[in-house]
Protein backbone atom coordinates (compact mmCIF):
# COMPACT_ATOMS: atom_id res chain seq x y z
CA UNK A 1 0.00 0.00 0.00
CA UNK A 2 2.63 2.61 0.87
CA UNK A 3 4.86 1.34 -2.08
CA UNK A 4 1.80 2.32 -4.14
CA UNK A 5 1.26 5.46 -2.93
CA UNK A 6 5.24 6.63 -2.74
CA UNK A 7 5.23 5.28 -6.19
CA UNK A 8 1.87 7.32 -7.26
CA UNK A 9 3.56 10.34 -5.85
CA UNK A 10 6.78 10.00 -7.96
CA UNK A 11 4.71 9.92 -10.86
CA UNK A 12 3.17 12.29 -10.48
CA UNK A 13 5.39 14.65 -9.62
CA UNK A 14 7.41 13.60 -12.62
CA UNK A 15 4.18 14.57 -15.03
CA UNK A 16 3.56 17.40 -13.88
CA UNK A 17 6.67 19.13 -12.44
CA UNK A 18 4.95 22.51 -11.68
CA UNK A 19 3.63 20.76 -8.42
CA UNK A 20 7.08 19.16 -7.71
CA UNK A 21 7.51 21.87 -5.34
CA UNK A 22 4.45 22.15 -3.12
CA UNK A 23 4.35 18.37 -3.04
CA UNK A 24 8.12 18.45 -1.37
CA UNK A 25 7.30 21.44 0.94
CA UNK A 26 4.10 18.85 2.33
CA UNK A 27 6.39 16.03 2.30
CA UNK A 28 9.14 17.55 4.11
CA UNK A 29 6.81 19.21 6.41
CA UNK A 30 4.92 16.15 7.41
CA UNK A 31 8.32 14.15 7.78
CA UNK A 32 9.17 17.05 10.64
CA UNK A 33 5.99 17.49 12.11
CA UNK A 34 4.76 15.64 15.71
CA UNK A 35 2.84 12.92 15.03
CA UNK A 36 2.08 13.44 11.48
CA UNK A 37 5.96 12.00 10.84
CA UNK A 38 4.89 8.40 12.66
CA UNK A 39 2.03 8.08 9.78
CA UNK A 40 4.07 9.62 6.64
CA UNK A 41 6.89 7.72 4.59
CA UNK A 42 8.35 10.90 2.83
CA UNK A 43 12.04 10.22 3.56
CA UNK A 44 11.57 7.34 1.06
CA UNK A 45 9.59 9.43 -1.53
CA UNK A 46 11.75 12.66 -1.43
CA UNK A 47 15.06 10.19 -2.02
CA UNK A 48 12.97 9.59 -4.88
CA UNK A 49 11.65 13.08 -5.84
CA UNK A 50 16.17 13.40 -5.75
CA UNK A 51 16.62 10.34 -8.19
CA UNK A 52 13.52 12.24 -10.54
CA UNK A 53 15.76 15.51 -10.36
CA UNK A 54 18.89 13.66 -11.63
CA UNK A 55 17.15 12.04 -14.42
CA UNK A 56 14.78 14.43 -15.82
CA UNK A 57 14.79 17.99 -15.98
CA UNK A 58 13.41 19.35 -13.62
CA UNK A 59 14.72 22.59 -11.60
CA UNK A 60 16.45 21.67 -8.72
CA UNK A 61 16.25 25.01 -6.82
CA UNK A 62 12.83 25.30 -6.43
CA UNK A 63 11.85 21.68 -4.85
CA UNK A 64 14.82 22.25 -2.68
CA UNK A 65 13.81 25.50 -1.10
CA UNK A 66 10.68 24.11 -0.72
CA UNK A 67 12.08 20.81 1.12
CA UNK A 68 14.63 22.95 3.75
CA UNK A 69 10.96 25.69 4.16
CA UNK A 70 8.63 22.63 4.82
CA UNK A 71 11.16 20.98 7.33
CA UNK A 72 11.66 24.29 9.32
CA UNK A 73 8.45 25.07 9.42
CA UNK A 74 6.98 21.21 10.38
CA UNK A 75 9.42 21.87 13.50
CA UNK A 76 8.39 25.37 14.11
CA UNK A 77 5.04 24.06 14.81
CA UNK A 78 6.03 21.36 16.73
CA UNK A 79 7.64 24.08 18.59
CA UNK A 80 4.95 25.73 19.36
CA UNK A 81 2.50 23.18 19.84
CA UNK A 82 5.10 22.23 22.35
CA UNK A 83 5.32 25.66 23.74
CA UNK A 84 1.74 25.94 23.89
CA UNK A 85 0.53 22.33 25.21
CA UNK A 86 3.54 21.57 27.48
CA UNK A 87 3.19 18.33 29.12
CA UNK A 88 -0.16 17.78 28.43
CA UNK A 89 0.53 16.84 25.02
CA UNK A 90 2.07 13.44 27.24
CA UNK A 91 -1.49 12.32 27.21
CA UNK A 92 -2.57 12.78 23.63
CA UNK A 93 -2.16 9.93 21.16
CA UNK A 94 0.36 8.88 20.08
CA UNK A 95 2.20 9.87 22.83
CA UNK A 96 0.17 8.90 25.50
CA UNK A 97 0.58 4.94 23.89
CA UNK A 98 4.50 5.30 24.60
CA UNK A 99 4.66 6.72 27.91
CA UNK A 100 8.55 6.40 27.69
CA UNK A 101 8.96 8.80 25.21
CA UNK A 102 8.45 12.07 25.88
CA UNK A 103 11.09 11.81 29.04
CA UNK A 104 13.82 10.10 26.48
CA UNK A 105 13.18 13.20 24.50
CA UNK A 106 13.53 15.50 27.52
CA UNK A 107 16.73 13.84 28.61
CA UNK A 108 17.84 14.03 25.36
CA UNK A 109 17.25 18.12 24.81
CA UNK A 110 18.57 18.47 28.40
CA UNK A 111 21.75 16.64 27.45
CA UNK A 112 22.27 18.63 24.33
CA UNK A 113 20.55 21.48 23.59
CA UNK A 114 20.46 23.81 20.79
CA UNK A 115 22.82 21.10 19.63
CA UNK A 116 19.94 18.56 20.37
CA UNK A 117 17.72 20.42 18.22
CA UNK A 118 19.87 20.45 15.03
CA UNK A 119 21.35 16.67 15.24
CA UNK A 120 17.53 15.48 16.36
CA UNK A 121 16.70 16.30 12.55
CA UNK A 122 19.11 13.32 11.27
CA UNK A 123 17.63 10.92 13.01
CA UNK A 124 14.44 9.28 12.67
CA UNK A 125 12.63 8.39 15.71
CA UNK A 126 13.95 12.62 16.96
CA UNK A 127 13.29 14.31 13.80
CA UNK A 128 9.86 14.76 15.20
CA UNK A 129 9.74 14.79 18.40
CA UNK A 130 12.88 17.13 19.50
CA UNK A 131 11.14 19.96 18.49
CA UNK A 132 7.66 19.66 20.54
CA UNK A 133 10.49 18.81 23.49
CA UNK A 134 11.99 21.79 23.06
CA UNK A 135 9.07 24.02 23.37
CA UNK A 136 7.68 21.89 25.83
CA UNK A 137 11.18 22.77 28.00
CA UNK A 138 10.87 25.99 27.29
CA UNK A 139 14.07 27.01 24.74
CA UNK A 140 13.93 30.19 23.84
CA UNK A 141 12.62 31.12 20.08
CA UNK A 142 16.13 32.32 18.82
CA UNK A 143 18.25 29.75 19.44
CA UNK A 144 15.46 26.91 18.49
CA UNK A 145 15.02 28.86 14.76
CA UNK A 146 19.03 29.15 14.37
CA UNK A 147 19.33 25.24 14.97
CA UNK A 148 16.42 24.57 13.32
CA UNK A 149 16.79 26.65 9.89
CA UNK A 150 20.55 25.11 9.56
CA UNK A 151 19.71 21.68 9.85
CA UNK A 152 16.41 22.31 7.44
CA UNK A 153 18.77 23.30 4.95
CA UNK A 154 21.19 20.21 5.50
CA UNK A 155 18.76 17.87 5.53
CA UNK A 156 16.99 19.19 2.34
CA UNK A 157 20.25 18.39 0.75
CA UNK A 158 20.96 15.27 2.35
CA UNK A 159 17.48 13.56 1.44
CA UNK A 160 17.70 14.89 -2.34
CA UNK A 161 21.19 14.72 -3.13
CA UNK A 162 21.63 10.86 -3.30
CA UNK A 163 19.18 10.36 -5.78
CA UNK A 164 20.41 13.32 -7.86
CA UNK A 165 23.84 12.09 -8.14
CA UNK A 166 22.68 8.06 -8.22
CA UNK A 167 20.84 9.03 -11.51
CA UNK A 168 23.39 11.58 -12.62
CA UNK A 169 26.12 8.52 -11.97
CA UNK A 170 23.67 5.72 -13.87
CA UNK A 171 23.23 8.22 -16.82
Same mark, same amino acid.
Given at each position: MVDHISEALLN?? /???????????????? /???LAFISLLLPATAILLGVGGLIGAADIALWPIWCAAALGAAFGDWLSYWFGARYSYAIAHMWPLSRDPELLPRGEAFFRKWGMLGVFFGRFFGPLRSITPLVAGICGMRQLPFQIANLASAVIWATGVLAPGIVFMQWLL
Open positions: FV /GDHQAWAPAIVFALAF /GES
